[in-house]
Each structure stands twice: as structure tokens, then as C-alpha cells.
């Protein structure tokens, strides 16, 4: 059966009161599971970062502002990073994707266990001009859709309701999330009835597997006059390149450059999003140092 394309939607609810993105991510999830080789903890923790961070992501203004968001909760897994754009481009990073836990008593995945739960989630907006704004706050669980719900009532002032979800089995059955937000002048009347709604977006992972975006809206916000405003195409891809690579070398510094060159002739360097794998020779490593110094003596 083929996979649905990844997309997001931004809808409001009873004229603006509230809003809503909604995403289904299961092909951006199968994508990372494949590029990482990731177990099927790690797979699910990524795909909900991945949700997560796309959602922020198209919520940036202009075309070179980015969001890349870090959550490091001192688990087995260690840290996890994703970078998004108003593009709808995501790419995510965990740097143990190996680590597999036993289900928990529930029968799911434990996220939470592999992630850890002692650190923060950090989200740093970058614009392109100036200095980057960071935000932080103190990981309430580590199974992601909580401290990101955590991030927007701490950093940004904003109750939200947010849901993540990844259905893994062989391979990724569906992945998405939803994010719902109260606007200023929101009445206790769909509070109130988005509060009777909150359970059914706990398994948002079962509703994506079940129907697409648009049947869950007209499922779950039925007589809340859902508007959709927007629908966006997510993907998952990596920007790195050759010239990237290069100025990561550069910004190592002078001695670091010539010790590689010195005892290995050369250096190997692996984007940690995408896995490509980039080349240098010890010629190349010293014709960047002459490039560099030719600039400094500019």
C-alpha cells in the first residue's frame, strides 16, 4: 500500500478562537527509522520530534528562519535534535538510535525511559540577522509531547494541548501529531469542550492509522466550526553539503586541522542527520588552511 505524502493543516476553531495544526508525519518517521537504522523506541521518539518540530517550523515568518529544537534528558539514548523551516523541511538526529527498552506496563513504547527525563528541551529560533533567540525548560517526562506542551505554557505564555504519536510495528504504521492552542478572548465554552475532547487525541498515532487529517476534523471538532486556512507539504530532508562540511572544519581551528592532517592525512566527517559521508584528503585539508589564512589576510 503506498504511503501517505506527509502534509500538515492549520485550521481555527469557532472563528478564531482557538487554533489548530494538525500533521500526519508517517512517511518522515519511516524515512528517519531508515536513515538512522533506528530500534523501535528510538524510531517513535523521533517520530514525534519530528511532528513536533515541523508544527513549529511553519510557524516562522521568513524563508531563512529556522527552529531547532534539542531535548537532552540524560537517558540511554541520548540527546535528540530536529531543525525545521517554514518550508515544511524537518531533519532529526538521535545519537544513540540503537537503544531499545522493554515495553512499559501498558504495552508502549518507553520513550521517556530511552530519552530521560533529567535536562531540558531547548528551542533556539534563528532568523538570519542578529542573534538567535533560546528558549528552555525543565523536561516534565521525556516522552516529548509533554515537554513540548510544557515549552509553550513556560516560554511563550500559551495553555496548549499537544499530542504526538508513533505506531511502530515492522515498519512505521503512522506517526503525526496535533497542536491546540487558546487565543486571547477564548470563551470557557470550547474550553470546556475541547477539555471533553483532550482523550481522544491521546491515541492521535490510532487515529492516524484509521483516517486522514481531514476525517479527523470533521471527527473530533465537529460543531466547534473547524476552518481549515492552510495546508502545507512536510518533508523530511537534510541541507548538508560539501561547502557546510567545510566551515565545520574551519571553525575546529588551525591546530585541530593540522593534527588531522598530521597523524591521519585526512579526515572522514558524517552529518549526523542525514549519514552521508564526506571525504578529505590531507591536500584538501591544507588548501582550506590556505584558503582560510587568504581570507584573514584580506
Known amino acids: 500500500m503506498e504511503q501517505k505524502k506527509s502534509r500538515l493543516l492549520r485550521l481555527t476553531l469557532m472563528g478564531g478562537q482557538a487554533r489548530v ?14 536513515i538512522h537504522n533506528a530500534s523501535n ?6 517520530g514525534r520530534m519530528i511532528a513536533a518540530t515541523a508544527i513549529m517550523g511553519v510557524n516562522l515568518k521568513s ?4 527552529i531547532t529544537v534539542t531535548l537532552n534528558g540524560g537517558g540511554p539514548a541520548g540527546p535528540m535534535c530536529a531543525v525545521a523551516g517554514p518550508d515544511g523541511k524537518v531533519k532529526v538526529t538521535i545519537e544513540h538510535p540503537e537503544v531499545e527498552l522493554p515495553l512499559k506496563k501498558n504495552g508502549k513504547l518507553d520513550v ?5 527525563k533529567d535536562g531540558q528541551l531547548t528551542v533556539m529560533r534563528s532568523f538570519g540577522f542578529g542573534e538567535p533567540y533560546v528558549g528552555r525548560v525543565n523536561l516534565v517526562s521525556g516522552e516529548v509531547a509533554e515537554d513540548f ?3 509553550y505554557l513556560e516560554s511563550e505564555q500559551t495553555p496548549s494541548l499537544c499530542a504526538l504519536g508513533t505506531l511502530v510495528g515492522e515498519n512505521i504504521l ?8 487558546a487565543m486571547p478572548g477564548c470563551t470557557d465554552e470550547l474550553l470546556d469542550a475541547l477539555e471533553i475532547r483532550a482523550e481522544l487525541f491521546g491515541s492521535i498515532s490510532q487515529l492516524l492509522q484509521e483516517m486522514t487529517l481531514e476525517q479527523i476534523i470533521e471527527a473530533c471538532f465537529r460543531g466547534l466550526e473547524p476552518e481549515i486556512l492552510e495546508e502545507l507539504p512536510l518533508q523530511l530532508v537534510c541541507d548538508c553539503s560539501r561547502e557546510y562540511i567545510e566551515r565545520v572544519l574551519l571553525s575546529m581551528g ?11 592525512d585526512g579526515c572522514e566527517v558524517t552529518c549526523h542527520f542525514c549519514r552521508r559521508q564526506y ?18 589576510n584580506a
Open 63 to 66: 524563508d531563512g528562519d529556522r
Open 149 to 151: 506542551a510544557m515549552y
Open 41 to 46: 523506541t528510538c524510531s517513535a521518539a523521533m
Open 254 to 264: 588551525e591546530a585541530e586541522l593540522r593534527d588531522l592532517i598530521d597523524k591521519q
Open 112 to 116: 521517556g525511559g530511552a530519552l530521560g
Open 279 to 296: 571525504a578529505f584528503t590531507g591536500e584538501e585539508l591544507r588548501a582550506l588552511l590556505r584558503e582560510a589564512a587568504r581570507g584573514d
Open 21 to 34: 495544526f494538525l500533521c500526519d508525519t508517517t512517511a518522515m518517521a519511516q524515512q528517519a527509522r531508515d
Open 174 to 181: 503512522s506517526a503525526g501529531g496535533i497542536l491546540i492552542q
